[in-house]
C-alpha cells in the first residue's frame, strides 16, 4: 500500500495558493505489481502543475493559509561600537570648563570696569583719587576685557569641536545639558555608532535601526544624526544611534553589527521557507490558479528575512 510521508504547505497569495508538497513512498504488502497512481503533476505549454484532489490536500494534511501584502525595505550591514561614556564625559567636561573660565572672566571684566568708572568720577570730580589709581583700574580693565574675550574665543572653540567630533544635535544636549544627553551619562541609555559600507551611505538615514545582540536577539536604535567623523578602519558614513533598553547587553567600547533601512520601499509578500520548493538549484512555489490545480513559478531567494523569502 501507499503511505504519504511528510506535512505539504499551501499558502494563499493575492488570490492564489502556493504549496509544498510530500514525498510519496510505495511500500509493498504482498506480491503482486503496485496499483498505478494517478498522474499529479504535468506539463502544459512548458508549465508544470500539480493537481490534488480535495481527498488527497486532506490526507497529506495540506495547510491553507492567507499571505498578506506587507511592505519590505532593503537593511544593509553596518558595523560599529558602543561609544565609550569617558569619551562623552571628556567632552562635557571641556564645555563646562570653558564656560566657567568665560563666566569668570566677565565677571572680573564687569568689576574691572565697575572700578575705573568709580574711580575715574572721583577723579574727575576732584575727590579721594589719584590719577595713577585711575590709570592702573583702567589697565585691569583693558586686561580683563582681553581675558575675557580670550576665554569666549575658548568657549567658541571648545563648542565648535563638539560639533566636529559629535554632530550638531548631541553637541546642542551638551550645551543644554538636555535630559537626553543625562540619560547617557547616567547610564539609562547607551550611544551607538554605527558606519555603513563604503559608497552605501543613503541621502537620508532611517529613523532606526536594527542592533544584533549575542544572544541572537535583536534591539532597536533611533537615529540622532549622521557622525561628522569617519572610523580610520570602515571609512563609510557612520551615524550616531541611541539605545534605550537592553542596555545590559551594550556594554561601552562593545563592538556592534547594526541592519539599517536603505533604498525604496517595496510592497509585496512574503513566503514561508516550507512553501519553497529548492530543484535543480532555483527556488519555486506552487500558485493554485483553480481548485486543485497549482502552477509551478519560480520565486526570487535575494531578500531573505525573518519568515521566509520577500
Do not use: C
Request: proline share 5%.
Amino acid at each position: 500500500m501507499k503511505q504519504w510521508i511528510g506535512l505539504a504547505l499551501v499558502v494563499l497569495a493575492a488570490g492564489s495558493s502556493v504549496v509544498s508538497w510530500p514525498t510519496a513512498h510505495a511500500d509493498e504488502e504482498g506480491e503482486g505489481p503496485p496499483i498505478a497512481a494517478p498522474q499529479r503533476v504535468f506539463v502544459r505549454h512548458g508549465v508544470t502543475y500539480l493537481r490534488l484532489s480535495k481527498h488527497i490536500q486532506k490526507a497529506i494534511g495540506l495547510q491553507i493559509e492567507a499571505l498578506k501584502f506587507t511592505h519590505y525595505r532593503a537593511r544593509l550591514q553596518a558595523y560599529g561600537q558602543v561609544i565609550d561614556l569617558n569619551a562623552l564625559l571628556d567632552s562635557y567636561q571641556q564645555l563646562v570648563s570653558a564656560r566657567a573660565k568665560a563666566a569668570q572672566s566677565n565677571v572680573q571684566l564687569d568689576a574691572a570696569r565697575a572700578e575705573y568708572r568709580r574711580l575715574e568720577g572721583l577723579y574727575r570730580h576732584h575727590r579721594n583719587a589719584s590719577e595713577k589709581q585711575v590709570q592702573t583700574a583702567g589697565a585691569n580693565w583693558l586686561s580683563d576685557q582681553a581675558a575675557a574675550t580670550a576665554a569666549e574665543t575658548r568657549l567658541s572653540s571648545v563648542t565648535d569641536r563638539l560639533g566636529a567630533r559629535w554632530g550638531a544635535t548631541i553637541a546642542r544636549w551638551m550645551r543644554k545639558d538636555s535630559p537626553s544627553f543625562r540619560s547617557l551619562t547616567d547610564g539609562r541609555s547607551r550611544l551607538l555608532e554605527l558606519t555603513l559600507p563604503l559608497g552605501k551611505a543613503p541621502a537620508a538615514a532611517h529613523r532606526t535601526a536594527l542592533v544584533l545582540l549575542a544572544n541572537g536577539t535583536t534591539v532597536a536604535a533611533s537615529l540622532i544624526s549622521p557622525s561628522p567623523v569617519a572610523e580610520p578602519d570602515l571609512q563609510g558614513q557612520a551615524y550616531f544611534f541611541l539605545a534605550t533598553s537592553a542596555i545590559g547587553q551594550l556594554n561601552y567600547r562593545l563592538r556592534i553589527t547594526g541592519l539599517i533601512p536603505y533604498g525604496s520601499r517595496h510592497s509585496g509578500v512574503v513566503v514561508p521557507d516550507s512553501a519553497v520548493v529548492w530543484s535543480q538549484g532555483s527556488a519555486w512555489i506552487y500558485v493554485e490558479t483553480r481548485n486543485g490545480r497549482f502552477e509551478r513559478k519560480p520565486i526570487r531567494t535575494d531578500t531573505p528575512v525573518p519568515e521566509g523569502w520577500f
